[in-house]
């Protein structure tokens, strides 16, 4: 089955900087979108940034000129570098990919995987 595994969070302080890191493995055939939701006690999951498969991206208001997507389609990886870090960025960050799977049927399965979740914390 597909996994889809994170790193990089942490605690730092306003102005810092982290980079998270999201893994894909498993039956994966292909993988479309990629991307970065965050989510904080009582309210809904939200998306951060987004990917295609063909490198367009998107980004919430609040993360712009902050935040980079990128994924590296060789090792099914896709990145989110955090810079100039605000408190209000607190909260688990949640990797998502839209995966093509193929079984040993050759039947063809397209949906949504997510991460475990990284708890990320600006905090002085």
């Known amino acids: 089955q597909v996994q889809l595994v994170e790193s990089g969070g942490g605690l730092v302080q306003p102005g810092g900087s982290l980079r998270l890191s999201c893994a894909a493995s498993g039956n994966i055939f292909k993988i479309n979108a990629m991307g970065w939701y965050r989510q904080v006690p009582g309210k809904q999951r939200e998306l951060v940034a987004e990917?295609?498969?063909?490198?367009?991206?998107n980004y919430t208001d609040s993360v712009k000129g902050r935040f980079t997507i990128s994924r590296d389609n060789a090792r099914n990886t896709v990145l989110l570098q955090m810079n100039s870090l605000k408190p209000e960025d607190t909260a688990v960050y949640y990797c998502?990919?839209?995966?093509?799977?193929?079984?040993?049927?050759?039947?063809?399965?397209?949906?949504?995987?997510w991460g475990q979740g990284t708890q990320v914390t600006v905090s002085s």
């Open positions: 998502n990919a839209v995966i093509k799977t193929v079984d040993y049927g050759f039947r063809y399965t397209t949906r949504d995987y």
């Open positions: 990917i295609t498969s063909g490198a367009n991206t």
